[in-house]
């Protein structure tokens, strides 16, 4: 008896890595075994492609087929396997040429009437298939936009089992088949609205634009109806595109979570906004088989927005502490090591108290002062630490509405293009540098010899690391923020009044 031998993908994370599916056919009693360490999804394809080969017509031997996945000791997961798996058993029944399965990549879930059906994970799959130097990949039909995305490689879409024999050379008669489609991408989400709607409040949309100028994490606290929501839901509209790196991470997340991607990559920032009932496992990603993306995964390179944080769970807010710093979201399991992009954008809204009148000039609040202090304190220090803004936001009296409503307002697109200058300034400054952005430049570059601020610049948070009133952490982000005023400003380099306004919107929340 023949052997067949082609090949798929197994994604870990962004990450995959080839797999070579060999089928051998031996004179032992009928059935299908799959051994290389297949989860349950992909034990049970032996059933699929059975079923699948039979009604294309394609035949299946009637003797011990055993399919090998190799390297055995790589976890893998899914029905992504099926096609490769069928064509490997055609080719060693000799339906099939063998010289042509091994030159190609095979992804594709299998229905039992034949059909191809589309699944997750495309686009990284093909990807990973062209790092490892394959021309040539086929995909189902509806995944065919997808493929397409990866430049310099062939996709060869096909709609059947019966089209792929044929494709690889199998003599049998076309039978044309409806091809299985999946949803239609979703059209572009807005913005969240003009920020030209934001009436008053002028100190937070211009904090809202240092965040988006520098990439810095935003803390909100004020009391309900203060806009804090309305602020956050406008901050993905002031950024700009996507580049091409950051539009194929997102785009490979929106394909591992199951979401179309259409035939163009993403390229508008991303915005999450779980519900405070999330777990960790649901901010950062996991599961006890397939490691899939978290919320902070889902939103790389855009922006995760924590509505009533004190409301999450203390041990979820506290497992972004890690990924905000280094960027990255490494999740280990039993079954291996996934990691994840993780440059997310943070903001986080909170009521001052669990009455949410605390401060507000209105109301009253009847919360006790232990009450209080136990609400916020459920947000941890070191994750505090590590927000760039910390901004109190106050509902607007009747007289700053009627003095607003006649003044004129920012709107998004020329919000977007001060922005986007603030932003091109910081690119050329970092231009020698691994950053982009101020909020990713390191402490120790910034208070090097050529970077470094005078004494009489930094005097205001010299002193307040020597009270204590900042840590080191916050030393350096006054700085990095401090650079990001300055930017938006068109100056050269900060000086003593963008130190003080960076500390005054590090400690607003404080003071």
Known sequence: MALGRTHAIALAGLSGAVVDVEADISSNLPGVVI?????????????????AAVNSGCGFPSHRVTVNLSPASLPKHGSGFDLAIAVAVLAADGAVSAESIDRVVHLGELGLDGRLRPVAGILPAVVA???????????????????????????????SLRDAAIWHGGEFEPEPVEAIARPAAPAAESSGGDLAEVIGNVDAVEAL?????????????????????????????????????????????????????????????????????????????GGSGLIRPGAIARASDGVLFLDEAPEFAPSALDALRQPLESGVITIHRAGGVASYPARVQLVMAANPCPCGQYGARDSEC????????????????????????????????????????????????????RVAEARGAAAARLAATPWRLNSQASGAWLRAPGMRLPPAVTADIDRALERGGITMRGYDR???????????AGADRPAADHLGQALYLRRAIST
């Open 209 to 285: 634009l240092a965040a988006a100028a520098g990439g810095h994490h935003v803390f909100l606290l004020g009391p309900p109806g203060a806009g804090k929501t309305m602020l956050a839901a406008r901050l993905p509209g002031l950024l700009p595109d996507l580049d091409a790196r950051s539009a194929l991470d997102v785009s490979s997340i929106h394909s591992l979570a199951g979401l179309p991607v259409g035939d163009s990559l993403i390229t508008r920032p991303p915005y999450e906004a779980p519900h405070h009932t999330a777990s960790a496992a649901a901010l950062v990603g």
């Open 129 to 159: 298939a062209a790092a490892a130097g394959y021309s040539t990949v086929m995909v189902p039909t509806a995944n065919a936009d997808e493929a397409s995305l990866v430049p310099d490689i062939a996709v060869v879409p096909v709609a």
């Open 366 to 417: 009847t919360c006790p002062p232990m009450a209080r202090r136990r609400y916020l304190g459920r947000l941890s220090g070191p994750l505090l630490d590590r927000i760039d803004i910390q901004f109190r936001v106050a509902r607007i009296t009747a007289a700053q509405l009627r003095t607003a409503q006649d003044a004129p307002r920012l709107t998004t697109t020329d919000a977007r293009a």
């Open 478 to 488: 006054v700085l990095r923020l401090a650079w990001t005023l300055a930017d938006l």
């Open 35 to 51: 051994i290389g360490l297949p989860d349950a999804a992909l034990s049970q394809a032996r059933d699929r492609v059975r079923a």
